[in-house]
């Protein structure tokens, strides 16, 4: 196994930068998972790490070795593809033990590791048939199956599940899991789905234009992203953000205002000027409570008395919309929730879990 390190990587396509210095340390065994908008660099960074594009400049360390001018061949890498990328005319036992004959493995053992691949990925009664004659899901366990059957330092991942229906993503998704932590292999994974992102990843690295906007564990990603950015991608629902504005004894939101002294989230330095400041409010739908079926306490905020404007079932759950000034917000409820559209509902907000943005950089306080 290896650990990973970026160095102010940049890379240029002509005078186009779509990788920005990016510095980047993933541990040896650390599965991390590079998530971001299309077009935000995050399929070009991992290619980088395979040797399929060359860095403008920087670094790139696997284990010991700056392997800027290593073949991918020689990298000791396993790299799992979008589109599967199976030799169509051979069979699945002659795709996953390819590499392995390539590299002149002694046979007893190709044998006993695609014996281990086999059992593990299910694909025991398909190793004799085509690609052509499997489905989406079926394909994608043979490619990842040609991975891990190597003995490789790290597994990287691009995009693996796209191309699956949702329950098949959600399969698969449990299975990567169980391969990592059965063989602890260093791994990245580039995805678009930030469920993919929350499930998976020790560390979660969001990339926007280039750059790295934030950087740690799913769940520091979750309750304390850096900037708006981050906050509205990581979250489904995405977090609402609002419209306020923050005086020097209370932050304003519509017609409610919140103490400020209770808002431990933020950091203040300054006293503000009497006519307040302008800024963005985010509150996750997820930290909306019933009243009913919550206690209050000296750190819940109630946003007494809105209207409910729409309700969306969604199962267990079910996703309500109100206003709150001009804002649109929404909150998530339980079953036992039993509102109707036009009702008035009290919701109580946990005030630690209230996040202020700088209104022009978008930038947490």
Do not use: W
């Not at 796209?162 to 580039?190: P, Q």
């Amino acid at each position: 196994m290896a650990a990973i390190t970026l160095k102010n990587i940049v890379k240029s396509y002509g005078k186009t930068q779509v990788v920005k210095n990016i510095d980047l340390d993933i541990n040896d065994g650390e599965f991390v998972v590079l998530v971001g908008p299309s077009g935000c660099g995050k399929s070009t960074t991992l290619r980088m790490i395979a040797g399929l594009e060359q860095a403008t400049s920087g670094d790139i360390i696997i284990g010991d070795r700056v392997v800027n001018d290593i073949e991918p061949q020689h990298r000791n890498i396993a790299m799992v593809f979008q589109n599967y990328a199976l030799y169509p005319h051979k069979s699945v036992r002659e795709n996953i033990v390819f590499a392995l004959r390539r590299l002149k493995v002694k046979e007893d053992e190709i044998q006993r590791r695609l014996k281990e691949v086999s059992e593990m990925l299910k694909l025991d009664g398909l190793l004799a048939r085509k690609p052509a004659d499997l489905s989406g899901g079926q394909r994608q366990r043979v490619a990842m199956g040609r991975a891990i059957i190597r003995d490789a330092d790290v597994f990287l991942f691009d995009e693996p599940l796209s191309n699956l229906d949702a329950k098949l993503r959600g399969h698969m998704r449990t299975e990567i899991g169980k391969i990592h932590n059965k063989f602890g292999r260093t791994s990245v994974y580039v995805t678009h789905d930030q469920v993919e992102a929350m499930t998976l990843a020790d560390k979660v690295v969001v990339l926007h234009d280039g750059y790295i906007a934030q950087a740690g564990t799913p769940m520091e990603i979750y309750l304390n992203p850096v900037n708006i950015f981050v906050a509205q991608f990581i979250g489904s629902p995405s977090m609402n953000i609002m419209s306020g504005t923050l005086y020097n004894d209370y932050l304003q939101i519509g017609d409610f205002k919140l103490p400020r002294e209770k808002l431990t989230s933020v950091a203040y330095r300054d006293e503000i000027l009497q006519q307040g400041i302008p800024v963005k409010v985010g509150i996750r739908p997820d930290f909306f409570n019933d009243k009913n079926y919550f206690p209050e306490s000296e750190m819940t905020f109630n946003f007494h008395g809105v209207t409910v404007d729409l309700i969306e079932p969604m199962g267990f759950d079910k996703e309500v919309l109100f206003n709150v000034g001009n804002n649109v917000v929404k909150a998530r409820l339980d079953l036992r929730s039993d509102v109707e559209r036009e009702d008035t509902l009290d919701l109580l907000v946990d005030l630690t879990r209230v996040l202020i943005f700088d209104r022009e950089t978008e930038q947490r306080m």
